[in-house]
């Protein structure tokens, strides 16, 4: 026995405090994952404007047209030849009255004026808007001018907005009204767009029931493949399908299989630990998958593999544990790959001291106000009720076993 | 001729710099805007989970059940009596296998082991897991355990994460994946969430078209249709028709009718200044409208009414005008109707000197970068294709006409 006991990789009794050899670092994963992910192929696809909001530039958009389109008014007013209100008041016949409608509008003859609409077009001679403040109305209706104008004011001249060719969004712009209302005024009626990532999420576990039914002695309820695909489509994956498979080789082999299929990306959670029920990865082990044991509480049995050229992330099966991964590991790559902005850590202080193990990186549960941040739950990776007051993870390095109040930490928003 | 001149509301020659007495602040048409709205009666409806990230809860949801839902183990270990361990090292006969799966485990007699998965059921006479890094393999299929436990060692409890009555998560929350794995964990299948506002957008303008389509001399691209209904949508509406009007009062009428009969809100751009062809103004005033005139820039002409119980909230047509009159007026109230958490004004410092007019509060297009902000447009209510490059809007006072670079400007994000 004793030599079991003492050999270097045995599980039984490491040294308190001492970090395993085996152990992977959070950043080196956090690369893996990265590596693999940024590997897919990203496709685009054009879609109208009205299905546009929220999603990403493929490539940049110019425009093809000058904007404003012509030479129009800035001004509910009178149109005018700037050479004939030097003197004022001036009082000129009103030839024409100009709407903001299709049509061109009669050229204007020098001495007179043309009533004129915001946006309508100026008609050809003319060279200056008189805002109707600054008139008043004359005999015969007629207009008299109270103030002199020179040549171009309140005249909005083509291409003064923007020039065809000229860029209106750039490549990786994330659609805000702002930039729709730019592109459908250049008449641009769709754009091309970042396709989403295709995801498939499979929960592995013989325990797990579908919220809403009853259970049994013994289940549990799945909540990895609702919180995991929420959290994908908040990343800009779509999740094309979600399967629930036993702890048995075959039906996840099955499920696997219609996964890669399908997907250009699969999500798995629960069996990469060390027990001996472990379906993800016994199946996965040896297809060459990198199983490994990260550094870090909770979330530290994880595995990666490359299945039929797709690669699948498999996160451990405990509800916090599986939040805590994607976070850390499949967030950052999925929102970069989609054009989303990063979310970065802040950094915060500590309302009250932390206790922490050595040789692990622990991302506890908190809740952020202002500038400071409390903890909100054990780190128990079981207490997903808990989980759900949080907003944000503290990041607490491996060799840091306290922090005292008061001391400032790292904080991942959720 | 003079008296009209000189009248105190005459169009003529405003004295540069004073304030129109018959211009609305800001602040008030805020109100006004709020007030309506606020009075429309919201509804919530029962979505399941798969649907309801980024919902937002209409009641607090209390958990059905104690989580865990059972005792169970928080290691891959042996389940064991803690005072058959008090010695080590201690041999004991493994008697099962206790797999996290449906089923109640054997009960555990006194003097034995059972090999035990995380989240597997704890059996009925052990309280204590010990985890397989402390235990080595005894002769005959018995396990050593090599480290004394105390009771309820690595044991979940019942209810240690939540009790059943217990709230999961409070009224107006918006459902993050957090959220969703509590209410999945607690076996809770679907949600009651906010029922999104339904808006109907109607855009007037003999001289507008749809962008993809040609242009004939005169027409401009209807921007404001798919800028307004992308901002209705993100701050949590859901615009049921779009419909575009020419200016002439029977076709307004049409589709103010229709649009009345299937929204709890209408908003409606163009048509409300004080040109000569209004036709939202013409159309909403005879049915008492509040027909205004903001002191802003840009965005100053502004009208709201009630029209068959319904709100209708009228922007002027000018595509920057309504995209900042919808920031500035509507967005802070369908925000809160929604649930969603309020856009914040931020104090950022000027790169640069800006100029203002003095009796308007004027929203000038900024890009923000650290603590600072640029002016990126000019101030022109035609700049669509500017306003593509800005993230926020400079709040100038109306009393102010100019800030200095270094000066302390608020701004509104967009």
Redesign the interface.
């Known amino acids: 026995?004793s030599d079991?006991?003492h050999a270097p990789h045995?599980?039984?009794?490491?040294p308190q405090g001492i970090i395993d050899e085996g152990r992977r670092a959070v950043d080196e994963h956090i690369r893996v994952v990265a590596d693999l992910v940024s590997d897919v192929v990203t496709f685009s696809e054009r879609v109208?404007?009205?299905h546009a909001?929220?999603r990403v530039t493929a490539e940049a958009v110019v425009?093809p047209v000058d904007?404003?389109?012509?030479r129009?008014s800035?001004m509910?007013g009178f149109a005018v030849i700037a050479s004939d209100v030097t003197s004022v008041p001036a009082t000129l016949p009103v030839t024409a009255?100009i709407?903001?409608?299709?049509?061109?509008?009669e050229i204007l003859g020098p001495g007179a004026a043309a009533?004129i609409?915001?946006?309508?077009?100026v008609p050809q001679g003319a060279d200056a808007i008189v805002p109707?403040?600054?008139?008043?109305?004359g005999p015969d209706g007629s207009v008299?001018i109270?103030?002199t104008q020179q040549s171009g004011d309140y005249v909005?001249e083509p291409g003064?907005?923007?020039r065809a060719g000229?860029e209106?969004?750039p490549a990786g712009t994330l659609?805000?009204?702002?930039?729709?209302?730019?592109?459908?005024?250049?008449?641009?009626?769709?754009v091309e767009v970042v396709s989403p990532l295709r995801v498939v999420v499979i929960s592995s576990?013989?325990?797990l029931?579908?919220?809403?039914?009853p259970?049994?002695?013994?289940?549990?309820?799945?909540?990895?493949?609702?919180?995991?695909?929420?959290?994908l489509?908040?990343s800009g994956a779509r999740v094309v399908e979600t399967l629930r498979t036993v702890?048995e080789a075959e039906p996840f082999r099955v499920a696997l299989a219609r996964a890669v299929a399908e997907a250009d990306l699969v999500v798995t959670s629960g069996g990469v630990?060390?027990?001996?029920?472990e379906v993800v990865r016994d199946v996965l082990e040896p297809l060459g998958a990198d199983v490994t044991e990260v550094a870090m509480q909770p979330g530290g049995p994880q595995c990666t593999a490359i299945v039929e050229g797709v690669p699948v992330i498999s996160f451990p099966?405990?509800?916090v544990s599986a939040?805590v991964s994607?976070a850390v590991f499949l967030r950052p790559v999925l929102r970069r790959l989609a054009g989303l902005p990063p979310i970065e850590p802040v950094a915060v202080t500590l309302t009250a001291p932390v206790e922490s193990v050595a040789g692990k990186r622990q991302w506890l549960r908190g809740v952020r106000a202002g500038g400071s941040v409390s903890v909100v739950s054990g780190p128990?990776s079981?207490?997903?009720?808990?989980?759900?007051g949080?907003d944000c993870l503290l990041d607490i390095p491996e060799d840091t076993t306290r922090l005292d109040a008061g001391a400032t930490v790292e904080v991942l928003p959720?």
């Not at 904007?67 to 012509?70: D, E, K, N, R, S």
């Not at 079981?382 to 759900?388: F, K």
Request: glycine share 10%.
């Open positions: 026995m079991v006991h045995s599980r039984a009794h490491p109208p404007l009205g909001s929220g425009s904007l404003p389109l012509f129009n800035q509910d009255t709407a903001a409608a299709p049509g061109a509008p009533r609409m915001t946006g309508a077009p109707v403040e600054y008139t008043t109305e008299v109270e103030r909005r003064s907005d923007v000229d209106l969004v659609l805000a009204p702002r930039h729709l209302a730019a592109l459908a005024a250049s008449g641009i009626g769709d576990g013989a325990e029931v579908e919220p809403g039914h259970v049994l002695p013994g289940q549990v309820y799945d909540a990895n493949t609702v919180a995991l695909s929420a959290a489509t908040e702890d630990s060390k027990g001996a029920f099966g405990n509800p939040q994607f128990g079981h207490l997903v009720a808990a989980m759900a949080a959720l």
